[in-house]
């Protein structure tokens, strides 16, 4: 699959990869320190961000999708950096391909299985009308019945964005998220 992504600097290339309900653009005021010394590739993993959907949704179908992104840039040795869900992709990645990358960091997860933990905010997403809803203020006031955090409902109200009919969408695939 063929993943949406972002470019900037030169040097080492650096790949980042968001964890659930994430995507590049969470990355960019980092990136901008990072980008003077290194080449960062910011992902936008399947099912999330401006990437395809796509009922396949796993581990090894994420990490393939990584190797596609570093065999079509040629990108030589990077450091992935994998932020929770993220991280666990560069972790089966580097399990896998560990020739490709040159070092590994791992945020905010260990090699281990969770329970899945995001069920009210899955319910709160899905109890949001997309064929509905004017606006996302009324957005915000649905969800902020699930989620009590307004900076949470913000990073997840990012995934709300409009089709060129100007109805509203989710860029996340909810179908899927809660197998994950």
Do not use: C
Not at 133 to 149: F, G, H, M, P, T
Request: a neutral charge; zero cysteines.
């Amino acid at each position: 699959m063929k993943l949406f992504y972002r470019v900037q600097g030169k040097g080492q290339s650096i790949i980042i990869i968001h964890g659930i309900f994430g995507s590049s653009d969470n990355w960019l005021s980092i990136t901008k320190k990072l980008s003077v010394n290194y080449q960062l590739y910011l992902i936008d993993l399947r099912n999330h961000g401006n990437s395809p959907q796509s009922d396949i949704f796993t581990y090894e179908s994420m990490s393939d999708d990584l190797l596609e992104l570093i065999n079509d840039h040629s990108i030589k040795d990077p450091i992935i950096i994998g932020h929770s869900m993220g991280g666990k992709v560069a972790m089966h990645f580097s399990l896998h391909h560990p020739g490709k990358l040159k070092k590994l960091v791992v945020v905010d997860i260990a090699p281990k299985s969770y329970p899945v933990h995001h069920e009210k905010i899955l319910e709160g997403l899905n109890a949001i009308p997309l064929s509905e809803l004017k606006s996302r203020q009324e957005a915000e006031s649905i969800l902020a019945n699930y989620v009590d955090e307004p900076d949470v409902r913000q990073f997840l109200l990012k995934n709300l964005s409009r089709n060129e009919q100007l109805q509203f969408q989710w860029k996340i695939n909810l179908l899927l998220l809660p197998k994950t």
